[in-house]
């Protein structure tokens, strides 16, 4: 089993920045990929990005390309998620899930953990 725990949301302006963190413990070993999804209220969950375990793999949806950037550090076994240039769009609750491949990277129902989520809320 692997346990993920998000923090790091909150209220900010259009514009603005947040940095999401997502802690794992666990079965580390088994995770080969991270990502971090995000819901609206009353929309389904989407993909946001996810990044390798391993090697240098990163992968954005278009919506976020060029204002979010994904990173993470072994040592930690932690996962973050840079937000900038916030828009109301962005507004979501925002989960970090792993998974033991890369393939079909965007594809929720291939993920194996989930954490609980954390709320991210653009608004001036």
């Known amino acids: 089993q692997v346990q993920l725990v998000e923090s790091g949301g909150g209220l900010v302006q259009p514009g603005g920045s947040l940095r999401l963190s997502c802690v794992a413990s666990?079965?580390?070993?088994?995770?080969?990929?991270m990502a971090w999804y995000r819901q609206a209220p009353g929309k389904e969950r989407e993909f946001v990005a996810a990044?390798?375990?391993?090697?240098?793999?990163?992968y954005y949806a278009d919506s976020v390309k060029g204002r979010f950037t994904i990173s993470r550090d072994n040592a930690k076994n932690t996962v973050y998620l840079q937000m900038n240039s916030l828009k109301f769009e962005d507004t979501a609750v925002y989960y970090c899930?792993?998974?033991?491949?890369?393939?079909?990277?965007?594809?929720?129902?291939?993920?194996?953990?989930w954490g609980q989520g954390t709320q991210v809320t653009v608004s001036s």
């Open positions: 990044i390798s375990w391993s090697v240098s793999n990163t």
């Open positions: 899930a792993a998974r033991s491949s890369w393939y079909r990277i965007i594809d929720s129902t291939r993920y194996d953990y």
């Open positions: 666990g079965r580390i070993s088994s995770i080969n990929a």
